[in-house]
Protein backbone atom coordinates (compact mmCIF):
# COMPACT_ATOMS: atom_id res chain seq x y z
CA UNK A 1 0.00 0.00 0.00
CA UNK A 2 1.80 3.87 -0.44
CA UNK A 3 0.91 6.55 0.62
CA UNK A 4 -1.89 7.79 -1.35
CA UNK A 5 -3.86 4.77 -0.75
CA UNK A 6 -2.92 4.67 3.07
CA UNK A 7 -4.10 8.37 3.48
CA UNK A 8 -7.63 7.88 1.36
CA UNK A 9 -7.99 4.48 3.59
CA UNK A 10 -7.86 6.48 6.95
CA UNK A 11 -9.54 9.41 5.68
CA UNK A 12 -12.53 6.79 4.98
CA UNK A 13 -12.22 5.18 8.56
CA UNK A 14 -12.51 8.81 10.40
CA UNK A 15 -15.40 9.62 8.23
CA UNK A 16 -16.66 6.76 9.14
CA UNK A 17 -15.78 7.35 13.21
CA UNK A 18 -17.82 10.48 12.70
CA UNK A 19 -20.68 9.10 11.35
CA UNK A 20 -20.84 6.84 14.68
CA UNK A 21 -20.29 9.44 17.12
CA UNK A 22 -23.55 11.24 15.90
CA UNK A 23 -25.37 8.03 16.44
CA UNK A 24 -24.20 6.39 19.92
CA UNK A 25 -24.25 8.12 23.50
CA UNK A 26 -20.85 7.75 25.75
CA UNK A 27 -19.08 4.57 24.83
CA UNK A 28 -18.39 2.88 28.26
CA UNK A 29 -14.29 1.97 28.05
CA UNK A 30 -12.65 -0.93 30.59
CA UNK A 31 -9.59 -0.66 31.94
CA UNK A 32 -8.03 -3.04 29.08
CA UNK A 33 -9.44 -0.80 26.49
CA UNK A 34 -8.28 2.17 28.46
CA UNK A 35 -4.67 0.87 28.57
CA UNK A 36 -4.68 -0.19 25.18
CA UNK A 37 -5.15 3.48 23.90
CA UNK A 38 -2.90 5.08 26.20
CA UNK A 39 -0.75 2.37 24.95
CA UNK A 40 -0.85 3.12 21.96
CA UNK A 41 -1.64 6.95 21.50
CA UNK A 42 1.36 8.31 24.21
CA UNK A 43 3.60 9.09 21.71
CA UNK A 44 1.94 11.15 19.82
CA UNK A 45 1.96 14.86 20.12
CA UNK A 46 -1.16 16.42 22.28
CA UNK A 47 -1.13 18.75 19.10
CA UNK A 48 -2.05 16.03 16.94
CA UNK A 49 -4.11 14.25 19.12
CA UNK A 50 -6.72 16.95 19.28
CA UNK A 51 -6.76 17.10 15.45
CA UNK A 52 -7.84 12.97 15.61
CA UNK A 53 -11.12 12.05 15.91
CA UNK A 54 -11.21 9.68 18.92
CA UNK A 55 -14.29 8.56 21.27
CA UNK A 56 -12.37 10.24 23.95
CA UNK A 57 -10.42 13.54 24.64
CA UNK A 58 -6.52 13.63 24.11
CA UNK A 59 -6.60 14.88 28.06
CA UNK A 60 -8.04 11.60 29.06
CA UNK A 61 -5.99 9.76 26.91
CA UNK A 62 -2.64 11.08 28.78
CA UNK A 63 -4.14 10.75 32.38
CA UNK A 64 -4.80 6.85 31.31
CA UNK A 65 -0.96 6.87 30.57
CA UNK A 66 -0.12 8.28 33.50
CA UNK A 67 -2.24 5.95 35.45
CA UNK A 68 -0.82 3.11 33.74
CA UNK A 69 2.99 4.29 34.52
CA UNK A 70 1.59 4.76 38.31
CA UNK A 71 0.76 1.23 38.37
CA UNK A 72 3.72 -0.58 36.69
CA UNK A 73 5.74 1.59 39.05
CA UNK A 74 3.85 0.65 41.98
CA UNK A 75 3.80 -2.92 41.16
CA UNK A 76 7.73 -2.94 40.54
CA UNK A 77 8.37 -1.10 43.90
CA UNK A 78 6.41 -3.54 45.99
CA UNK A 79 8.16 -5.50 48.44
CA UNK A 80 8.08 -9.17 48.03
CA UNK A 81 7.82 -10.33 51.35
CA UNK A 82 7.89 -14.48 51.71
CA UNK A 83 4.76 -14.89 53.79
CA UNK A 84 3.80 -18.05 55.60
CA UNK A 85 3.40 -21.45 53.39
CA UNK A 86 0.72 -22.80 52.35
CA UNK A 87 -0.09 -25.80 54.78
CA UNK A 88 0.11 -29.37 53.16
CA UNK A 89 -2.73 -30.78 51.46
CA UNK A 90 -2.47 -33.88 53.67
CA UNK A 91 -2.66 -32.11 56.57
CA UNK A 92 -5.74 -30.12 55.00
CA UNK A 93 -7.56 -33.52 54.23
CA UNK A 94 -7.25 -35.19 57.41
CA UNK A 95 -8.50 -32.03 59.71
CA UNK A 96 -11.40 -31.94 57.03
CA UNK A 97 -12.14 -35.84 57.67
CA UNK A 98 -11.76 -35.93 61.22
CA UNK A 99 -14.06 -33.04 61.59
CA UNK A 100 -16.53 -35.06 58.70
CA UNK A 101 -16.16 -37.81 60.96
CA UNK A 102 -16.68 -36.16 64.25
CA UNK A 103 -19.13 -33.40 64.12
CA UNK A 104 -19.01 -32.18 67.22
CA UNK A 105 -15.35 -31.57 67.56
CA UNK A 106 -14.47 -28.05 67.44
CA UNK A 107 -11.17 -26.23 66.06
CA UNK A 108 -9.36 -26.88 69.36
CA UNK A 109 -10.28 -30.46 69.59
CA UNK A 110 -9.00 -31.05 65.77
CA UNK A 111 -5.48 -29.53 66.72
CA UNK A 112 -4.91 -31.25 69.79
CA UNK A 113 -5.80 -34.68 68.12
CA UNK A 114 -3.18 -33.35 65.74
CA UNK A 115 -0.69 -33.40 68.28
CA UNK A 116 -1.38 -36.44 69.44
CA UNK A 117 -0.46 -37.87 65.59
CA UNK A 118 3.00 -35.85 65.97
CA UNK A 119 1.32 -33.04 63.27
CA UNK A 120 2.44 -29.59 64.54
CA UNK A 121 0.26 -26.49 63.79
CA UNK A 122 -0.84 -23.57 64.50
CA UNK A 123 -4.56 -23.74 66.43
CA UNK A 124 -5.58 -20.74 64.10
CA UNK A 125 -4.50 -23.13 60.94
CA UNK A 126 -6.88 -25.76 61.93
CA UNK A 127 -9.46 -22.76 61.91
CA UNK A 128 -8.96 -21.26 58.82
CA UNK A 129 -9.15 -24.77 56.96
CA UNK A 130 -12.22 -25.32 58.72
CA UNK A 131 -13.52 -21.57 57.45
CA UNK A 132 -11.88 -21.56 53.99
CA UNK A 133 -13.84 -24.59 53.72
CA UNK A 134 -17.09 -23.09 54.98
CA UNK A 135 -17.44 -25.16 57.96
CA UNK A 136 -19.71 -23.66 60.63
CA UNK A 137 -18.47 -23.81 64.17
CA UNK A 138 -18.79 -27.20 66.39
CA UNK A 139 -21.94 -25.66 68.00
CA UNK A 140 -24.15 -25.33 65.01
CA UNK A 141 -23.04 -28.97 63.75
CA UNK A 142 -23.50 -30.77 66.54
CA UNK A 143 -27.38 -31.70 65.82
CA UNK A 144 -27.77 -34.82 63.82
CA UNK A 145 -29.11 -34.48 60.63
CA UNK A 146 -31.91 -37.40 58.87
CA UNK A 147 -29.41 -38.72 56.82
CA UNK A 148 -26.81 -39.65 59.48
CA UNK A 149 -29.43 -40.84 61.84
CA UNK A 150 -30.15 -43.28 58.50
CA UNK A 151 -26.73 -43.91 58.26
CA UNK A 152 -25.73 -44.72 61.54
CA UNK A 153 -28.80 -47.07 62.88
CA UNK A 154 -29.76 -48.72 60.15
CA UNK A 155 -28.66 -52.14 61.13
CA UNK A 156 -31.60 -51.36 63.79
CA UNK A 157 -34.44 -49.72 61.55
CA UNK A 158 -37.34 -50.75 60.16
CA UNK A 159 -39.74 -48.93 57.71
CA UNK A 160 -43.75 -49.21 57.24
CA UNK A 161 -46.11 -47.43 54.89
CA UNK A 162 -49.18 -48.70 52.87
CA UNK A 163 -50.63 -48.55 49.41
CA UNK A 164 -53.40 -49.62 47.66
CA UNK A 165 -54.72 -51.23 44.50
CA UNK A 166 -57.91 -52.24 42.29
CA UNK A 167 -58.98 -55.58 41.76
CA UNK A 168 -60.90 -56.28 38.42
CA UNK A 169 -64.40 -55.38 40.21
CA UNK A 170 -62.66 -51.71 41.26
CA UNK A 171 -62.47 -52.92 45.00
CA UNK A 172 -59.60 -51.14 47.25
CA UNK A 173 -57.44 -53.19 48.27
CA UNK A 174 -54.75 -51.93 51.21
CA UNK A 175 -51.62 -53.86 51.93
CA UNK A 176 -48.84 -53.09 54.73
CA UNK A 177 -45.60 -53.47 54.40
CA UNK A 178 -41.92 -52.93 56.13
CA UNK A 179 -38.42 -53.27 55.27
CA UNK A 180 -35.13 -53.78 57.13
CA UNK A 181 -32.69 -50.63 56.10
CA UNK A 182 -29.86 -52.69 56.90
CA UNK A 183 -30.56 -55.90 55.04
CA UNK A 184 -33.45 -54.59 52.38
CA UNK A 185 -35.83 -57.60 53.52
CA UNK A 186 -39.44 -56.93 52.92
CA UNK A 187 -42.32 -58.37 54.70
CA UNK A 188 -45.53 -58.13 54.07
CA UNK A 189 -48.02 -58.09 56.80
CA UNK A 190 -51.04 -58.48 54.99
CA UNK A 191 -53.51 -57.04 53.27
CA UNK A 192 -57.82 -55.97 53.17
CA UNK A 193 -60.76 -54.39 51.72
CA UNK A 194 -61.59 -52.20 55.20
CA UNK A 195 -57.64 -51.31 56.98
CA UNK A 196 -59.45 -51.35 60.73
CA UNK A 197 -57.93 -49.91 64.01
CA UNK A 198 -58.41 -53.80 65.16
CA UNK A 199 -56.53 -55.39 61.57
CA UNK A 200 -53.57 -52.68 61.71
CA UNK A 201 -53.01 -53.64 65.37
CA UNK A 202 -52.95 -57.31 64.95
CA UNK A 203 -50.08 -57.10 62.08
CA UNK A 204 -48.26 -54.85 64.71
CA UNK A 205 -48.35 -58.10 66.97
CA UNK A 206 -47.47 -60.45 64.12
CA UNK A 207 -44.50 -58.14 63.16
CA UNK A 208 -43.06 -58.17 67.02
CA UNK A 209 -43.29 -61.91 66.87
CA UNK A 210 -41.46 -61.78 63.49
CA UNK A 211 -38.93 -59.81 65.37
CA UNK A 212 -38.21 -61.82 68.36
CA UNK A 213 -37.89 -65.03 66.05
CA UNK A 214 -35.04 -63.38 63.61
CA UNK A 215 -33.51 -61.76 66.74
CA UNK A 216 -32.61 -58.33 64.57
CA UNK A 217 -32.67 -55.83 67.05
CA UNK A 218 -34.81 -53.67 65.26
CA UNK A 219 -34.68 -50.12 67.90
CA UNK A 220 -37.17 -48.09 65.49
CA UNK A 221 -39.15 -47.83 62.78
CA UNK A 222 -39.98 -45.04 60.56
CA UNK A 223 -44.21 -44.33 59.12
CA UNK A 224 -45.66 -41.29 57.65
CA UNK A 225 -48.98 -39.96 59.48
CA UNK A 226 -51.16 -41.94 58.25
CA UNK A 227 -54.71 -41.72 60.04
CA UNK A 228 -55.30 -45.90 59.59
CA UNK A 229 -52.42 -46.17 62.03
CA UNK A 230 -54.24 -46.28 65.58
CA UNK A 231 -52.74 -45.15 68.78
CA UNK A 232 -52.76 -49.26 69.74
CA UNK A 233 -50.28 -49.84 66.73
CA UNK A 234 -47.22 -47.77 68.60
CA UNK A 235 -48.16 -48.84 71.86
CA UNK A 236 -47.56 -52.44 70.45
CA UNK A 237 -44.07 -51.60 69.34
CA UNK A 238 -42.97 -49.87 72.26
CA UNK A 239 -44.24 -52.60 74.50
CA UNK A 240 -41.19 -54.47 72.13
CA UNK A 241 -38.54 -51.88 72.84
CA UNK A 242 -38.99 -50.57 69.25
CA UNK A 243 -39.43 -46.44 68.57
CA UNK A 244 -42.10 -45.26 66.59
CA UNK A 245 -40.36 -42.36 64.34
CA UNK A 246 -42.70 -40.09 62.12
CA UNK A 247 -41.56 -38.48 59.40
CA UNK A 248 -42.54 -34.97 58.25
CA UNK A 249 -45.40 -33.56 57.15
CA UNK A 250 -46.02 -34.26 53.31
CA UNK A 251 -41.99 -35.15 52.90
CA UNK A 252 -42.09 -38.74 51.54
CA UNK A 253 -37.69 -39.14 50.85
CA UNK A 254 -37.90 -39.11 54.77
CA UNK A 255 -39.23 -42.85 54.32
CA UNK A 256 -37.26 -42.98 50.94
CA UNK A 257 -36.26 -47.11 50.92
CA UNK A 258 -39.91 -47.99 51.52
CA UNK A 259 -41.41 -45.95 48.69
CA UNK A 260 -38.89 -46.84 46.22
CA UNK A 261 -39.98 -50.90 47.04
CA UNK A 262 -43.24 -49.50 46.49
CA UNK A 263 -42.68 -48.24 43.23
CA UNK A 264 -40.63 -51.32 42.35
CA UNK A 265 -43.76 -53.66 43.57
CA UNK A 266 -45.65 -51.21 41.66
CA UNK A 267 -43.48 -51.59 38.32
CA UNK A 268 -42.68 -55.27 38.24
CA UNK A 269 -46.16 -56.65 39.67
CA UNK A 270 -49.05 -54.87 40.05
CA UNK A 271 -49.01 -52.79 36.92
CA UNK A 272 -48.63 -56.07 34.97
CA UNK A 273 -50.91 -58.40 36.88
CA UNK A 274 -54.60 -58.19 37.18
CA UNK A 275 -55.93 -58.89 40.12
CA UNK A 276 -58.95 -60.85 40.93
CA UNK A 277 -59.84 -60.97 44.76
CA UNK A 278 -57.53 -60.45 47.99
CA UNK A 279 -56.83 -64.21 47.76
CA UNK A 280 -55.22 -63.69 44.71
CA UNK A 281 -53.42 -60.23 45.45
CA UNK A 282 -51.77 -61.77 48.57
CA UNK A 283 -50.34 -65.10 46.63
CA UNK A 284 -48.81 -62.42 43.96
CA UNK A 285 -47.46 -60.33 46.74
CA UNK A 286 -46.08 -63.31 49.23
CA UNK A 287 -44.08 -65.00 45.73
CA UNK A 288 -43.15 -61.37 44.99
CA UNK A 289 -41.67 -60.82 48.66
CA UNK A 290 -39.74 -64.49 47.77
CA UNK A 291 -38.21 -63.34 44.46
CA UNK A 292 -37.68 -59.83 46.22
CA UNK A 293 -35.59 -61.28 48.77
CA UNK A 294 -34.33 -64.41 47.48
CA UNK A 295 -32.92 -62.92 44.17
CA UNK A 296 -33.41 -59.51 43.61
CA UNK A 297 -30.13 -57.90 43.08
CA UNK A 298 -29.78 -54.64 45.19
CA UNK A 299 -27.30 -51.55 44.94
CA UNK A 300 -27.28 -51.09 48.27
CA UNK A 301 -26.17 -54.72 48.75
CA UNK A 302 -23.19 -54.88 46.37
CA UNK A 303 -25.84 -56.83 43.60
CA UNK A 304 -26.80 -59.35 46.31
CA UNK A 305 -30.06 -60.57 47.55
CA UNK A 306 -31.06 -59.71 51.23
CA UNK A 307 -30.75 -63.10 52.31
CA UNK A 308 -28.90 -64.43 49.63
CA UNK A 309 -25.26 -63.49 49.03
CA UNK A 310 -23.44 -63.20 46.13
CA UNK A 311 -21.49 -66.38 44.64
CA UNK A 312 -17.73 -67.39 44.42
CA UNK A 313 -17.11 -65.63 40.70
CA UNK A 314 -17.01 -68.22 37.69
CA UNK A 315 -13.77 -69.86 36.80
CA UNK A 316 -12.48 -69.07 32.95
CA UNK A 317 -13.85 -72.95 31.78
CA UNK A 318 -17.12 -72.35 33.37
CA UNK A 319 -18.08 -68.84 31.22
CA UNK A 320 -16.60 -70.53 28.18
CA UNK A 321 -19.26 -72.79 28.45
CA UNK A 322 -22.40 -71.27 30.31
CA UNK A 323 -25.68 -72.65 30.64
CA UNK A 324 -27.75 -70.26 32.65
CA UNK A 325 -31.47 -71.88 33.75
CA UNK A 326 -34.60 -69.84 33.80
CA UNK A 327 -37.48 -70.42 36.59
CA UNK A 328 -40.47 -68.37 36.44
CA UNK A 329 -42.89 -66.75 39.03
CA UNK A 330 -46.37 -65.91 38.49
CA UNK A 331 -46.56 -67.57 35.23
CA UNK A 332 -43.85 -66.01 33.72
CA UNK A 333 -44.50 -62.27 35.11
CA UNK A 334 -41.03 -62.90 37.16
CA UNK A 335 -37.86 -64.89 36.11
CA UNK A 336 -35.06 -65.80 38.01
CA UNK A 337 -31.66 -67.14 36.59
CA UNK A 338 -29.32 -69.39 37.98
CA UNK A 339 -26.65 -71.55 36.53
CA UNK A 340 -27.12 -74.83 36.03
CA UNK A 341 -26.01 -77.93 38.17
Not at 100 to 122: D, M, Q
Not at 263 to 274: M, P, Q, W
Request: aromatic fraction near 6%.
Amino acid sequence: MNNREKNLEILALRHQLALLQRQTGKPQLTWPDRALLAALLHRIPRGRLRQLHLIVSPDSVLRWHRELLRRRHAKASRPKRPGRPRTVRSIRILVLRLVRENPSWGYRRVHGELAALGIKVAASTVWSILKDQGIPPASDRQHTTWATFLRSQAEAILAADFFETKTLTGATLTVLAVIEHATRRVRILGTTTQPTAAWVTQLARNLVMDIQDSETGIKYLIRDRDVRYPTSFDSVLADQGVEVVQTGVKMPRMNAIMERWIRSCRAELLDRTLIWDRAHLMYALREYEQFHNEHRPHRALASAAPLRPLPEPLGSDQITHLDVRRHDRLRGILHEYQNAA
